[in-house]
Nanobody, 123 residues
Framework: QVQLVESGGGLVQAGGSLRLSCTASGGTFSDYGMGWFRQAPGEEREFVAALSWSGDSTHLADSVRGRFTASRANAKNTMYLQMNNLQPGDTALYYC????????????????WGQGTQVTVSS
């Protein structure tokens, strides 16, 4: 069973950047497809980005494409989310998650979740 810990969240002004990290332990990181999701207050948890086992394939939500980049370093058991040109609408609790699928955008396919890291974007 894999454990996931997110870091890198914070408060940033609109137009700024943040880099989130997700570090895994307790499993073989490269066995899992990985994803980023976010949840704003009163909203459902939504898909942000997904990466395949190797990181060769990625999917991004339309709302973040062109601003966010997802990557992973299997040798470091770590996944990243580089977020540029952040907007107030990006404010949310950001979660990383692991799936046994090669890659998935469906949150119901994810088996393991971190506790989340808060991203707040001020206008």
């Amino acid at each position: 069973q894999v454990q996931l810990v997110e870091s890198g969240g914070g408060l940033v002004q609109a137009g700024g950047s943040l880099r989130l990290s997700c570090t895994a332990s307790g499993g073989t990181f490269s066995d899992y497809g990985m994803g980023w999701f976010r949840q704003a207050p009163g909203e459902e948890r939504e898909f942000v980005a997904a990466l395949s086992w190797s990181g060769d394939s990625t999917h991004l939500a339309d709302s973040v494409r062109g601003r966010f980049t997802a990557s992973r370093a299997n040798a470091k058991n770590t996944m990243y989310l580089q977020m540029n040109n952040l907007q107030p609408g990006d404010t949310a609790l950001y979660y990383c998650a692991a799936t046994y699928d090669i890659i998935s955008t469906d949150r119901d396919r994810y088996n393991y979740w971190g506790q989340g890291t808060q991203v707040t974007v001020s206008s």
